[in-house]
């Protein structure tokens, strides 16, 4: 089956310590999207990448790095200078830059303490 | 920028009931407009779409109209169902947010037997 797989689901992490969080798709698309949900919030752009070995910054990029090397893979990286890390993380992607039409991951629950 | 403002939640109804969940934005330009539902623990479901002003978008018994006149693109349903409940979310790509889509903040709706 074709789909988008994060993992893993739940992840915990003490504070001051990366954490690296898996994006893989087995859909043939070109652009995949990372998104961070906090309770009461709407989702919000932390990186995208158009093609393969490049990215642009979301609306909340500090504090994460990304990489795309391969196009099924979009890993996230959030590092020890982003602030308020706990929270919801969702992969997707969409056929191309131009496809407004996203389809996304089961997620990934991070719980910095 | 691109915004999305939905209703405030949570929206409580019993079976049968018929839902109203109120979505407006601002944009320049010509949007496209979505409806993405979230069930408990899961990602994010593409639920119905418009790409042009008046085009109706239809899933499941959901309805939304792209109305440019008011900037609205308000999800309903005749009859819901208690496997309803979930978390829906409006969202618009285009504009000034080229390849991105914008999200609103979700509303809660959960339905009761």
């Known amino acids: 089956d074709g789909g988008i797989t994060q993992s893993p689901k739940y992840l915990f992490r003490k504070e001051g310590q990366n954490v690296t969080l898996s994006c893989e798709q087995n859909l043939n698309h070109d652009a995949m999207y990372w998104y961070r949900q906090d309770p009461g919030q709407g989702l919000r752009l932390i990186y995208y990448s158009q093609i393969v070995n490049d990215f642009q910054k979301g609306d909340i990029a500090e504090g994460y790095s990304v990489s795309r090397e391969k196009k099924e893979s979009f890993p996230l990286t959030v590092t020890s200078a982003q602030k308020n890390p706990t929270a919801f993380y969702l992969c997707?992607?969409?056929?191309?830059?131009?496809?407004?039409?996203?389809?996304f991951g089961p997620g990934t629950r991070l719980t910095v303490t | 920028g691109n915004s999305v403002t939905q209703m405030e939640g949570p929206v409580t109804l019993s079976e049968e009931a018929f839902l109203t969940i109120n979505c407006t934005y601002t944009a320049t330009g010509y949007p496209s407009l979505f409806w993405y539902v979230q069930y408990p623990g899961e990602g994010l479901q593409l639920l119905l779409k418009a790409t042009k002003a008046d085009d109706k978008g239809s899933n499941k018994g959901f309805e939304a109209t792209y109305r440019k006149e008011t900037t609205s693109f308000h999800l309903e349903k005749g009859s819901v169902q208690v496997s309803d409940s979930a978390v829906y979310f409006c969202a618009l790509a285009g504009g000034t947010s080229y390849g991105k889509l914008t999200f609103g903040q979700g509303t809660i709706l959960t339905v009761h037997p």
């Open positions: 997707a992607s969409s056929m191309s830059g131009l496809s407004y039409e996203q389809y």
